[in-house]
């Protein structure tokens, strides 16, 4: 009776090419192989933990945050993920892949007239001297108008090399045990703009800040991972699973500034350190290295074209730890004496503590998608 065998055939038969350098089943010795695949993957959704713009102070009776405390999809990134692998023998081989995702952003506002009536905007945060919630100003009814827009980019980029030792493989199935090097690439910025300029009653003046966290993850480390593989016909059906450990490289460069012609009689335009959330105190660049894991699954289903061509559809999933995220890094403590986007002043004094500071937070980044993939071996 055969029914187990079967069903383990059908599981196997539901895989897919996670990496597909490699054709179905064993090679022939002194075999290459080359793979392209067509990748649409998402990446979890970027924390904007914090209120960026509110109606009020936080915490007040009937206060709303307008913009902020969500978290920002970029969809789907279409990619590619080019292979090449080399079969010394039907035992032993080796494999190598480099993938890329397009880079996305998304982003939102909000805008408030400035007309009798509108909506005045708040940039709300903690002040770091009272430890207290208070506001800065964006709009004013009847004397500036206001706007603010906030924007997530990300990209991600990966690379792999491995050695493939077929531990047991017959005419219907083999299994092969990796072994090898990863490396991945993770871009991620957060970048806020606002503006208030007066009402074209009063004079024509330019007040405008940015703020950028711009945050990267690159992750280098060895793995070892088990791919299975089981063929009925022409079509065949692939499985992996990958660990890797490492480090990742984290670093985040704070940018923050203030362009305004309010100290000039309106006239040419300064720029001044300093945004909202990025300060003197914060702004630069911050790095540490973390031990870090990865790890990544694959499943799909194949169809051999012939001899030598074979074309498959699949789903992979990877996720990395101590990943920086840029809305995770924002400190909401700041200092207002600091800078001159919120004292108004071109010369400020500062006093009491630093702040904001920098403080670096983990997350997770997890990508998953479909992979077509095509691969021919000579």
Avoid at 68 to 91: K, M, N, P, V, W
Avoid at 263 to 272: K, L, R
Wanted: hydrophobic share 40%.
């Amino acid at each position: 009776m055969r029914r187990p065998n079967s069903i383990a055939g059908l599981l196997l038969s539901l895989t897919g090419a996670a990496c597909a350098a490699q054709a179905a089943l064993a090679a022939p010795a002194d075999t290459w192989n080359v793979s392209l695949e067509a990748l649409s993957w998402r990446l979890n959704d970027s924390p904007i933990p914090f209120p960026i713009i509110s109606d009020g102070i936080i915490g007040a009776p009937g206060t709303q945050v307008l913009l902020g405390d969500e978290a920002l999809s970029t969809g789907t990134h279409r990619g590619a993920r080019l292979g090449i692998g080399y079969a010394f023998d039907a035992q032993w081989g080796i494999e190598a892949s480099a993938f890329g995702l397009q880079s996305r952003r998304v982003g939102g506002g909000v805008a408030s007239s400035g007309q009798v009536g509108s909506v005045d905007l708040i940039l709300p945060y903690i002040d770091a001297i009272t430890g207290e919630e208070a506001g800065s100003e964006l709009s004013q009814a009847q004397i500036y108008r206001g706007s603010a827009y906030h924007e997530v980019r990300d990209r991600l980029r990966g690379a792999e090399l491995d050695l493939r030792w077929t531990v047991a493989a017959d005419e219907a199935w083999q299994l092969d045990l990796l072994g090898g090097l990863r490396h991945l690439d993770f871009r991620e910025s957060w970048t806020l703009a606002t503006e208030s300029p007066y009402l074209p009653a009063f004079e024509p003046d330019v007040w405008q800040t940015l703020d950028r966290f711009d945050s990267r993850n690159r992750y280098y480390g060895v793995q070892a991972g088990l791919r299975a593989q089981a063929a009925a016909g022409r079509w065949f059906g692939v499985a992996s699973l990958k660990a890797a450990a490492g480090t990742m490289r984290q670093s985040t460069d704070v940018q923050g500034s203030l362009r305004t012609n309010d100290f000039t009689a309106f006239g040419a335009t300064e720029t001044f350190v300093g945004g909202y959330f990025a300060q003197p105190s914060n702004i630069g660049r911050h790095t540490r290295s973390q031990f870090a894991l990865v790890g990544e699954a694959a499943l799909g289903l194949g169809l051999r074209l012939g001899d030598h061509a074979t074309l498959g559809l699949g789903y992979s999933l990877l996720q990395a730890d101590k990943v920086l995220r840029p809305g995770n890094q924002v400190d909401r403590r700041i200092n207002p004496t600091q800078s001159t986007s919120f004292t108004e002043d071109p010369a400020p004094t500062p006093s009491g503590p630093l702040a904001p500071q920098f403080t670096a937070h983990n997350s997770r980044l997890r990508a998953q998608g479909i992979n077509l993939h095509l691969a021919v071996s000579f």
